[in-house]
Each structure stands twice: as C-alpha cells, then as structure tokens.
C-alpha cells in the first residue's frame, strides 16, 4: 500500500488499541483511494491537454519534473548537514540543474532563443538526459563516501554553463538537420542514455544496503521509466518529441516515484535526522560523565601509583611464578620437585607417564618399578637424599597399568638436577618416556641378530644336512640287516631294532629342527591378495580339530557374523594361527583346570583382528618384551622359533602380533592387520 503498510510489523497490530487500529487503517485505505484517483484524473487530463494542445501537454510534464527536481534539491540542500547518506545530497544536486535545463527545453518551443529552432530543444534535451544519467550513474559511491557540497554544486554549475554554452555558440554536435531528420549523434544519444541509465541501476542494486526497500524499489523503477521515456524516442523521427502521449506518461511516473522516494519519505519519515539529534543529545551526556570521571580520576590517580609501587615487586614474583608454573605443567617432559624424599610438586605429564598418584607421596612410590630394576632404582633415589649436589641420569623400566588388569613396561630417561625452590634445597626430577626409541633400537639389534643367526644357521644346517643324511642310510641299512639276521634270537633282534627306532626317531628329530631353522633363516614374501579372516580361522581350527579334542581342550569361536577382509597370505597366515594353537595346546598340557581355547575375530579401529587365547599359565609381564624374540623358549622340549617366525610373517605384512591375558588367566595373542574393502582394493 505505502510506507505505512511496510514500517508496522504485523505482530504489533493487537498492541494497538481499537481506535488507534481502526485510525490506521483509514489511513491507508485514504492514501491508496487518493493515489489512484489522482492517476485516474492526472493521466486522462494530460491526454486530454495532448488532444487540445500537444505543446501544451508537454510544457506541464516538463514543469512538473522541474518543480520534483527542485523540490529534492531543497529537501536535500537544507538537510545537508544531518544527512548521513550522500546520495540523496548528490542527486539533488545534480537535478537543480537537470531541472534547470528541462525548464529552458520547455520554453526554447516559444522562441527563448531567438527562433524556434528543432535541433536547439532537441539539444536541450539531450544535455539535460547527460546530465541526469551520469548523475544517477555515479551517485550510489556517494550512500557511503561524503562528498563536499559546495564544491560538488560549483561543479554542477560549471558543467551545466558549458552545456549551455556549447549550444548557444554552436558547439554541441547537431541533433536535428532540416530537411534531413535527426543526425547519427541524436540517434546514438537516444541507446546511449538508456544504456547509462540502465547502468545507473545496476550501481544502485550494488548500493540497496544503504537503502530502506521501499525507497529502493521507488528509486530503481523511476531510472527504469525514465530510460523507458528516453528509449520510447527512437520510434519518433520527428522533431517534437512532445508529440509521443506514451513519453509524457513515462516521464511523468518516473518524476514521480522520485518524489515519492526523496521527498515524501524525507518529510513524513525523518528517522535519520531525529536519530542524529538523539545521537548527539547523547555525545553531549557523554561528554559531560566523561569529564566528571576524568576529574575523579585524576584526584585518585596518585593514591593508585603508590599503591602500584607498593604492589610492583609482589606482582612480578607472582609472573614469574605463573610463567614458571605454565612452562612446567604444558611441558611434554614428566617434571617432579622432590625435597627431603617426597614429592611436594609434579605435573600432569608424570601422572601420564606412571599413572596417577597422590602428591606428597615419598619418591620410592612414584611408580611400580620392574623388578629387574629395583636396585638400580633404589641407589637413584638414595643419590637424591644425599647432600652433594650432583646430577644423576640412567634409564628405568616402569609397568605401568593399561587398563582391564594389564600392564605395560615403559621405558623412561630419568635425570635430577639440584634446585633451590622457596628456600629450600631440593631436586629436579625430569622423566621422559624413550619406550619407542628403545623399541627400534632393540628392533634394529634384533634384526641384526637375524641377519647374523640366519647366515650361521644355514652354514651349519647344510654342515649338518650331510652327515645325516648318511647317517639315515646307515640306520635303514642296519634296520634292513636285522632283519635278515637269522643268528640273532628275538629278544637281541628287538634291542638292536628298539635302538635303530630311537636313532631314526633322533635323526627325524635333527632334520626337522634344521628345517625349522633354514625356514626361519630365509625370509618368506607374502603374497598379498583380499581374504576373510573367518575362513583362515575355520580352516586352522578344522586342521587343530583332531588334536584338540586328544588333549581334551574345549574350543570356543567368536567370529565376526560378516566378513572381516584384509590383504594377506591365506597359506601364511594359516601356519601363524596353526603355530599359536599348537603353543596354546602344549601351555594347557598339565592343567588340572577345564581347558579352553577361543579364536575370535572382530572388525576394530579399521584393523582386521585375529585374537588365539587359552587357559593356561599366562605369560608373565616381564616376559612378554623377550618372547618373540629367535630361539627364546620356556619350555625344555622347544626350539624357541615358532613364535618368532610368527611374529616376523604379521611384521611383513604390516601388522602386529601382541600378547595380553585372557579372559581366563591364560595367554591371548592378539593379531592386527589393516582391514581392507572389496571397493578399496578395486
């Protein structure tokens, strides 16, 4: 309807009393019946001025637009010095002049100068159209940069003289020619300005911000009816352009949605000159509390630098103090204070290092220390009770809890250094974990060893392949010889044969452990390809089956209900889980308890996990770093290379091959390798 339709939110009409809704509304009603009859009137008498005289119709569109157009250029020059907004100040300056020129155009048709002349009030035309579509075009950069106003009017002044000029002397390029129609210059002029003017749009949408969009909507469409009008010339070849009825109505709309936009908004909505007075009303307040303020400061101001010096040197202990303390407690080393054999201070990287425990605890309780180490530990913390001042270094073994009962052995670096905190001689225990150094390097040597014990194992395998292999053949000559023997009586032929048996047996023996060795002396590449993990562990409990059910194990399987895939060797991987089975049996053998044994799979962490555990003994803590290990063995009849075979076969394959107690007490060997897709492989 109109701004009052636009500026009351819907939601504040039921705060309104009944007649103050009922006033409202009759005034909208009353504004929308007097805007359309004033077009139902003003349109049918300029068509009917047109009909009775067209000079006539076109001198009151003319005198109309001038009158707007000095009607914005007083609202705006007088409200100049409140306006926040340019742009407003711009365009009514522009159109003084705009207006100016329409008015001269109107009355160059009565012979203002000097005769009537076609191609002087098509050249009126056309310097007022320049002016105004320029204007409009540069006026946006004004919504949010300032312009001067007298130099910004002076300049207009100049501009609109030498249009003037340039026509009264002759200048102006031609734009009518009689006897000959309009020159190239007036048709070029007629896509020029509309094209400018249509510019002047897309300048203006890049500038709504700074607009409400009630005064947008009015501004945008009065450019696009004027570029219409100006467009609406080409179809005339004439030179009395106020012939065109369509142009009259164009020009007139045009005119006046810019007078709805500046100067009916500015005189019924003058938000933003009351919100400047208001603003400034305020920075006068504010000014004044601020002087008060200041003036109460400056009495209290010397009382605060004495106190500020009083306060100087407790304030930077207490920095330093802070610093201190923010350096030590985000430091990535373990960090501990220890005076007179207690922990009086640790940081929050030692409770993650050893485990959380209680401060002021004596140092001794700092952690469980590996067994192995308890003497070298013990020297270190009497060196801390000491009174020299020296500093100690050496390498520990800690186990450290791991969740669901376990523990894991950490290696930590462990340094005092002799300090002097809060008047007291004390010392600085500085912790730092090299579990994964120690790990490569024993990795590395361990690798090393391999290399070293592989070339020694196959050059004494094949030393030994030979004899045996002799030996063998004398044994089966024996054995064939006995029974042909017929001077022997049975019991000497079964004595003798008992011990032929016992040798062969030997012998066997002999060639599987030299096969065992040159097995694990010569590295086997795995050939990788997309498995299940379920069918490798079906396949080893159906081959484990027989021997499981003679040593009266129960087994268990947990599988995952799909597939678990991963890239491996199926024959390799098989032989691992046949070797962990097979030390599962033999760990249970003497068991007076039920024996158990459960092969689970699962689908954890983006890894494919194979876990083997029995009920058995368990391996202790301080095995578990040794136990895969070449030739490390716990029991008297082994060979110490099944599980490090083991081991190296999931290294090759990128994974790992862990120890951990079961559910039962026993051993858990736990298997991980990265899972893998059908999609991922493809």
């Keep these: 309807m109109s701004e009052l339709s636009t500026s009351i939110e819907p939601s504040a009409l039921p705060l309104l009393r009944a007649p103050q809704v009922t006033h409202l509304r009759a005034m909208v009603t009353g504004r929308l019946v007097a805007f359309l009859l004033g077009g139902l009137f003003i349109l049918p008498l300029l068509y009917a001025a047109h ?23 007083m609202l705006a020059w007088n409200a100049r010095p409140f306006l ?45 159209r320049y002016l105004q579509s320029v204007a409009l075009l540069i006026a946006p950069l004004f919504a949010v ?64 911000a700074c607009f409400s969009p009630l005064v947008f909507k009015r501004l945008a469409l009065s450019i ?31 005119f006046y949605l810019l007078y709805k ?64 303390r923010s350096l030590v407690e985000h430091s990535p080393v373990a960090t501990a204070i220890v005076w007179q054999g207690q922990v009086i201070f640790k940081n929050g990287e030692q409770d993650r290092l050893l485990g959380p425990r209680p401060i002021e605890i004596t140092v001794q309780r700092m952690g469980e220390i590996y067994p192995e180490d308890e003497s070298k530990f013990a020297d270190f913390c009497a060196a801390m009770d000491s009174q020299y001042e020296i500093r100690h270094s050496l390498e520990l073994r800690f186990c450290v809890p791991a969740g669901a009962g376990e523990k894991v052995i950490r290696w930590v670096h462990c340094q005092t250094t002799p300090l002097y905190y809060h008047g007291k001689n004390a010392t600085l225990l500085s ?134 895939l991963c890239l491996a060797d199926f024959r390799l991987l098989e032989q691992v889980l046949l070797n962990l089975i097979t030390n599962a049996l033999q760990a249970m053998a003497n068991n007076t308890s039920p024996k158990r044994l459960e092969l689970a799979t699962a689908h954890r962490d983006g890894k494919a996990v194979i876990s083997v555990s029995d009920s058995g003994p368990g391996v202790p803590p301080q095995l578990r770093d040794v136990l895969f290990e070449p030739f490390h063995t716990t029991r008297k009849d082994g060979h ?33 390798i990265a899972a893998q897709t059908a999609n991922n492989v493809k």
């Design 640 to 672: 110490g290379v099944g599980l490090s075979f083991s081991h190296r076969i999931i290294t090759e394959h990128s994974g790992r091959l862990t120890v951990h107690r079961s559910r039962w007490g026993g051993a858990e060997f736990r298997i991980e």
């Design 431 to 564: 912790m730092v974990d090299i579990t994964r150094m120690h790990n490569l390097e024993e990795t590395v040597a361990v690798r090393e060893n391999l290399a070293s014990l592989g070339q020694l194992a196959t050059g004494i395998a094949h030393e030994i392949r030979n004899p045996l292999s002799g030996i063998n053949l004398n044994l089966s000559t024996i054995e064939h010889l006995l029974a042909k023997a017929e001077a022997l009586d049975c019991e000497a032929k079964e004595r003798l044969g008992s011990i032929v048996v016992q040798a062969k047996t030997a012998s066997t023996r002999i060639a599987s452990v030299i096969q065992r060795v040159m097995d694990f002396a010569k590295p086997i590449p795995p050939k990788l390809e997309l498995i299940d993990v379920n069918r490798v562990v079906e396949v080893a409990a159906e081959f484990c089956l027989a021997s499981l059910r003679r040593g009266g194990v129960e087994i268990h399987k947990a599988l995952e209900p799909e597939e678990v």
């Design 145 to 208: 940069h300032r312009l001067k106003p007298g130099l910004t009017l002076g300049a207009f002044s100049l501009l609109a003289l030498l249009l003037l000029g340039s026509i009264k002397v002759g200048i102006f390029p031609a734009c009518w020619v009689p006897g000959v129609g309009p020159t190239w210059f007036k048709t070029a002029s007629d896509y020029g300005v509309t094209a400018l003017q249509l510019g002047a749009v897309a300048t203006l949408y890049r500038a709504r």
């Design 224 to 254: 696009v009816f004027s570029a219409a009008a100006e467009l609406s010339g080409t179809i005339y070849t004439d030179a009395y352009l106020y012939n065109s009825i369509f142009w009259h109505y164009l020009k007139v709309i045009s």
């Design 261 to 324: 936009a500046i100067i009916e908004t500015g005189l019924l909505q003058p938000y933003e000159l009351l919100f400047r007075n208001l603003k400034g009303s305020e920075l006068q307040l504010r000014t004044a509390r601020d002087g008060l303020e200041l003036r109460v400061y400056e009495r209290t101001a010397e009382l605060k630098r004495a106190n500020e010096r009083l306060e100087h040197t407790l304030v930077e202990l207490r920095d330093s103090e802070n610093r201190f």
């Design 51 to 73: 009909v009775y005289d067209p000079v006539v119709s076109h001198s009151l569109v003319e005198m109309f637009s001038a009158t707007v157009a000095v009607g914005i250029f």
């Design 84 to 128: 926040d907004n340019h742009y407003v100040l711009f365009v009514g300056i522009a159109y003084l002049f705009v207006g100016t020129i329409d008015y001269l155009h109107a009355h160059s048709f009565h012979d203002l100068f000097g005769q009537a002349d076609p191609n002087v009030y098509t050249q009126l035309w056309f310097s007022a």
